[in-house]
Each structure stands twice: as structure tokens, then as C-alpha cells.
């Protein structure tokens, strides 16, 4: 970590202002080359002039920027930090960071590479880095809210606990190795940790139970019913958008179109569909049918649309026992009073983001570390199995040694460089 690295931390395009994040050595360099007025003091935002070396008699103005400065150890990476909040134009930040590169051992960041940093110095534990990466991509407020708890370091702390228990078991076991190399060794049930070793088995499972994993993409609610019911005009209604085509000519949408609709605890997706009708124009009605087919099956929420100003199409009785919701339309044309569209908003909330029932909280977390859970639980059972059918207490210590490794691993203490790569390459650059 001899380099120091800088990288733009928010999105490229223009905006009111961006921020440019430096971690390394060259900090006080860098402040002397192109902040010449800036003092450098501790956690003080200065508004204060960036500067280029420039042929001509005076430096060339940047920007007219904030800067502040974290020294060592105390800064997001650990590393002297300088954060600069130049104004959101692409070509300043260019220059700007063009600039920085000049100094010497200065060099652009690369994904996650300061929270890798962070890690590597004891800031964060790996859950909690892990952590960070699911508050840059949280769309529900339950992710938000898990991400915050991982981030706090409340799994860390059971997974520290329950490893200093499997260490006392160990040493338990290692003590009746050596034992058993003087004595006749004892039968198993004397083994003074066996009981705790069951307890720590049941431990490793529960929190297999808690740990779940997020699900990657937004959920999804399908609207489906006869051509010209409504669909299209409904979802149009919930996002509050003419997003999609409108006609009073049946068949209007063909192909499946995807909408976000951002409720209040989350984002879901809307899938409009083509109308299914009884009987079919053309091949390419043929197929947008399937299509509607398919989607169904994948959806998390099938609504069924259903225009009442006139008589139920045929298959009513038969798309509303695979609805999982119906919605009436047209009501307006027989005078009938209708759900209101926020009324409809409140419903797909509270289906898709229901209130935790109380009880032990699932903490989402990521793939490997559900896997690091699974090995260390394995690991568990064999060293029990061991010690039932055989007094094989070297071996039982082995496999409880690496049942603490892979629960280690769970939060960093214990991981190698490859896994470390692909955690933090999943972040942005600049994170
Ligand atoms: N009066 C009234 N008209 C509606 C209502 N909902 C939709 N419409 C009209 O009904 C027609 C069909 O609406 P769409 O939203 O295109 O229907 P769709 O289900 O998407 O139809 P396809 O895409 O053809 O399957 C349009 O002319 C809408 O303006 C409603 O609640 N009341
Ligand atoms: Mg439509």
C-alpha cells in the first residue's frame, strides 16, 4: 500500500458539486502542489483554490473548492485522507485530477480499493465491508436497515462470541490429545467438552437459520386479463407517468414492458402484458401470449385486471383462482365506487414489504459468508461423529480448528487475498 490512490467517489455527469477522494502517502504533496492556500488542518472543511502547474508566469485556477483533511489513523482507510468537493463539471474534475496524478506515486483507485484499505487497517471488519456494499445497492428499507445492523458490527460480535467458545472446546480436546498420549484414553462421553461441543453445533445451526441471502433483483407484479381490461392505463396510474401505450384498440401492448414503481418501504417492479384473448389474430398474438404465460410463472404477484363495465371474458373463473390479487376497472362507466390508486399503492407495500412479525431477525448476507457458516457447521457435526464412534480426539480437534477458520472467515479474521479480490472488485470505484 506504498501508492496513493484517488478516485472520483460520485457519479460522472454534471451536478452542483462532486467529491475526489485521495488515501495515501502523498497527501501532504499533493495539498503543497495543488492547494497552495489550504492549511492543512484536521477535519476543518476549507473553502480554499486548487491549482495546476502551469508554463505561464501564475498557476492555472482549477476550481474554487472545499477540502478537508484526515490525517492518519483517523480517516475512512486509516491512511492520511484529503476529500475535495469540487463543483460536479466533468472537465474540472478532469483537470483536477489530472493534476493529483503529477505527484509522484499517485495513481487512479480501483474498485473498492478504500475499503480494502479499511479492512487491511482494522477499520472495518469483512461483514462490515460487505455491509457497505449492500447500503450503496439497498432499494427497500429492510435492506437498508440490515445493511445498518452488519454495518454496526452486531453479527460480528455473536460470530466473535461463538468463536471463542468453539477455541475453548478446542483447547479441551488438545488437552485430552496430549492426555491420551500418556494415559489409555477415555471414552468419549467423558470428554469434559462434549456437551458444550453439541451446544456450539446447535449455536453454528441457528445462525445458519438467521443468515439469508438478498435477492438480487427488484420483486415483480404481473398484470395480466383480457386485451383492452385496463392494464396499461393502471400501471400508468400507480407510477403516476404515461410510460406506457394507451388505445381503446385491443391488443395494444404486445410485448412485455418492465415499470420500477418506488413504494414507500421499497422499489418493486410492474410487468405490463399482452391481453390474453380467447381467440387468437395472428402468430405474433400466438406468441405474445406465451410470453404473457411465462411471465406469469415468474412473477411474485400475479394481478388480474378486469374491466366491469362489461360482461367477465369466458376464462374469468379461471385467471382469478391463479390471480393472486384482482383489480376492477372501468368502474366509472357503471358508476361504481373503485379503490383509489394510493389505496392500491398502501395494498402492494404492505404484500411486498410486510412487517417483520417480531422474533429473531434473518440478517442478509452474502453467499460466501452463508457458505463460511455451512463449512463451520459441517466441521461441527464431524467433530461430534468422531468423538460418538471412536476416541479419535486428534482428529476432533482438527475439524473444530477449521469449524473456527471458516467462522473467522464469516467476518475477515481469517481469509485469503483471492477472496478479498473479488469482495471489494463487486464495489465502485471511488467506495
Ligand atoms: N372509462 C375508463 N376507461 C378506461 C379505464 N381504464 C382504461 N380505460 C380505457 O380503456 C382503453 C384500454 O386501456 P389500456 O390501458 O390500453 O388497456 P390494456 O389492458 O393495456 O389493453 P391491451 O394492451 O390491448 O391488452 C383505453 O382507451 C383506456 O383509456 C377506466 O378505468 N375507465
Ligand atoms: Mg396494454
Redesign the pocket.
Known amino acids: 500500500m506504498t501508492d496513493t490512490i484517488i478516485a472520483l467517489s460520485t457519479p460522472v455527469g454534471v451536478s452542483a458539486l462532486a467529491v475526489v477522494r485521495v488515501s495515501g502517502k502523498a497527501v501532504p504533496a499533493i495539498c503543497k502542489a495543488i492547494l497552495p492556500e489550504f492549511k492543512m488542518q484536521p477535519r476543518i472543511a476549507s473553502l480554499t483554490k486548487a491549482k495546476a502547474k502551469a508554463k505561464a508566469p501564475t498557476d492555472e485556477l482549477i476550481d474554487n473548492l472545499l477540502a478537508i483533511y484526515f490525517p492518519a489513523p483517523n480517516s475512512y482507510t486509516g491512511e492520511d485522507v484529503l476529500e475535495l468537493f469540487p463543483h460536479g463539471n466533468p472537465f474540472i474534475i478532469r483537470k483536477l485530477m489530472a493534476a493529483i496524478c503529477e505527484v509522484p506515486n499517485v495513481r487512479l483507485a480501483q474498485r473498492g480499493e478504500f475499503t480494502k484499505r479499511a479492512f487491511l487497517n482494522g477499520k472495518m471488519d469483512l461483514t462490515g465491508a460487505e455491509a457497505l456494499g449492500d447500503i450503496l445497492c439497498a432499494r427497500d428499507a429492510k435492506s437498508l436497515s440490515n445493511a445498518h445492523r452488519l454495518l454496526s458490527g452486531e453479527v460480528s460480535c455473536e460470530i466473535k462470541a461463538l468463536a471463542e467458545k468453539i477455541k475453548e472446546v478446542s483447547a479441551l480436546l488438545e488437552l485430552e490429545v496430549d492426555f491420551a498420549e500418556d494415559i489409555e484414553s477415555s471414552p468419549q462421553n467423558t470428554f469434559l467438552g462434549y456437551e458444550k461441543l453439541e451446544q456450539i453445533l446447535q449455536n453454528l445451526q441457528n445462525l445458519k437459520k438467521r443468515f439469508k441471502t438478498s435477492q438480487n433483483t427488484l420483486p415483480k407484479a404481473a398484470?395480466f386479463?383480457?386485451?383492452?381490461?385496463?392494464?396499461?392505463?393502471?400501471?400508468?396510474a400507480l407510477v403516476k407517468e404515461d410510460r406506457?401505450?394507451?388505445?381503446?384498440?385491443?391488443?395494444?401492448?404486445?410485448d412485455f414492458v418492465e415499470v420500477t414503481l418506488h413504494l414507500p418501504d421499497g422499489d418493486i417492479l410492474l410487468i405490463?402484458?399482452?391481453?390474453l384473448a380467447e381467440e387468437v389474430q395472428s402468430e405474433i398474438d400466438n406468441r405474445a401470449m406465451q410470453k404473457t404465460k411465462e411471465i406469469l410463472e415468474k412473477a411474485n404477484l400475479k394481478i388480474l385486471?378486469i374491466?366491469i363495465?362489461i360482461p367477465p371474458p369466458k376464462e374469468f373463473e379461471e385467471w382469478r383462482k391463479s390471480a393472486d390479487l384482482v383489480v376492477e376497472?372501468?368502474?366509472?362507466?357503471i358508476g361504481k365506487e373503485?379503490i383509489s390508486i394510493n389505496e392500491l399503492q398502501k395494498i402492494l407495500n404492505s404484500i411486498f414489504f410486510p412487517e417483520s412479525k417480531g422474533g429473531e431477525e434473518a440478517w442478509i448476507v452474502s453467499e460466501r459468508q452463508i457458505d463460511c457458516i455451512k463449512k463451520a457447521e459441517e466441521n461441527a457435526l464431524r467433530a461430534l461423529e468422531l468423538l460418538k464412534q471412536s476416541q479419535a480426539m486428534e482428529l476432533a480437534a482438527f475439524e473444530m480448528r477449521e469449524a473456527r477458520n471458516s467462522l473467522c472467515s464469516v467476518i475477515g479474521e481469517i481469509t485469503d487475498e483471492s477472496v478479498l479480490d473479488t469482495i471489494f472488485n463487486s464495489y465502485c470505484i471511488g467506495k
Open positions: 398484470f386479463g383480457a386485451p383492452n381490461a385496463g392494464k396499461s392505463s393502471l400501471i400508468n406506457l401505450l394507451v388505445s381503446e384498440t385491443p391488443g395494444t401492448t404486445r405490463d402484458t399482452a391481453g385486471v374491466d363495465s376497472t372501468h368502474a366509472d362507466i373503485n
